[in-house]
């Protein structure tokens, strides 16, 4: 299970590395906000794996790195845009640091197939981190190349790094799209898994109910 292997890798294979892992602080110190946008398939898988995660202030679907201004979802899905079906993170890093973003993100999908996720396919559902500063960069930059030395894929890593430029969110009917949609099929066999991975491997990130 690609799982635990990175939960491997966090554990006991980057220390053995030399290499720390870094702890969210349980304290507050300042009410400084950062923000991420990430790719891996579909919006709605995205914004359902991330919102519930302590020190998460907001999660926003929408589009993301391509060259059409404020897009429709149907040219989005028809691959018309160059843009990536995304989600806008605003998060706290006094309590979520962005390493323990990377590892929620590369839990949740699949890293390794191109312009691919599931069913899904095209552009529009590439693997991309839209990075916000040079340290973001950095710091996924090195996770990948933690996570390819480690050969926890049997393939190498094909997520895109690519610098934020635009960001245009979604009609509001794609947001919060599994809380209000659980029931349909969608929902209930390709993002429940998802819900499930987080709560298997970073239930003490989550937010009380």
Same mark, same amino acid.
């Given at each position: 299970?690609?799982? #635990?292997?990175?939960?491997k890798v966090v554990i006991f294979v980057l220390p053995m590395l030399g290499l720390q892992i870094q702890a969210s602080n349980v304290f507050i110190n300042s009410e400084k906000m950062d923000t991420v946008t990430l790719g891996a398939g579909c919006f709605w898988c995205v914004e359902a794996v991330f919102q519930d995660l302590i020190g998460? !202030? $907001?999660?926003? $679907?929408g589009f993301s790195g391509g060259n059409i201004i404020n897009p429709s979802y149907r040219e989005v899905v028809n691959g018309m845009t160059e843009h990536a079906e995304a989600c806008q993170l605003v998060y706290n890093p006094d309590i979520i640091s962005f390493r323990e973003l990377m590892e929620v993100f590369?839990?949740? #999908?699949?890293?390794?197939?191109?312009? &691919?996720?599931?069913?899904?396919?095209?552009? @529009?559902? &590439? $693997?991309?981190?839209?990075? #916000? $500063?040079?340290? @973001? &960069?950095?710091?996924?930059? !090195?996770?990948? !190349? !933690?996570?390819?030395?480690?050969?926890?894929?049997?393939?190498p890593i094909v997520t895109e790094l690519s610098p934020y430029k635009n960001f245009f969110i979604a009609d509001n009917y794609h947001q919060d799209f599994f809380n209000l949609n659980g029931e349909q099929p969608y929902c209930s066999f390709i993002i429940q898994p998802k819900v499930e991975k987080v709560k298997k491997y970073f239930g003490d990130k989550l937010k009380k109910k």
């Open positions: 299970m690609i799982g #635990h292997k990175i939960i998460v !202030e $907001s999660v926003a $679907s590369f839990v949740t #999908h699949d890293p390794t197939t191109l312009n &691919r996720q599931g069913n899904d396919v095209g552009t @529009q559902y &590439r $693997s991309v981190i839209f990075y #916000h $500063s040079d340290e @973001q &960069r950095r710091q996924a930059n !090195e996770f990948i !190349e !933690e996570l390819n030395n480690a050969k926890v894929y049997d393939v």
